[in-house]
């Protein structure tokens, strides 16, 4: 009967460590998790703000295009009256 008391308190010693370096694992796991949410939110707001640019740029391109379609425009069309 001692016996098997002595090996249920030394395999319950040597059980403890092992429990702790699965939190510790879980808790570095965690850390490395939030650091990944943490780049992935600050590269998603960088894209955010070079797609903004981006299309600024587009939307003012295609405005000057536009103006430019419309002047030749009136321009062929005055042509035509004309004639």
Known sequence: MMLRIVALLLSALLAAP????DNEFK????????????MGKATG????KSGKATGKAFKKAGKETGKA??????????AFKGK
């Open 69 to 78: 379609f419309k002047e030749a425009g009136k321009e062929t069309g005055e």
């Open 27 to 38: 808790e570095g796991g965690k850390e490395v998790g939030a650091g990944f949410k943490k």
């Open 45 to 48: 707001k960088a894209f955010k």
């Open 18 to 21: 092992l429990a702790f370096a």
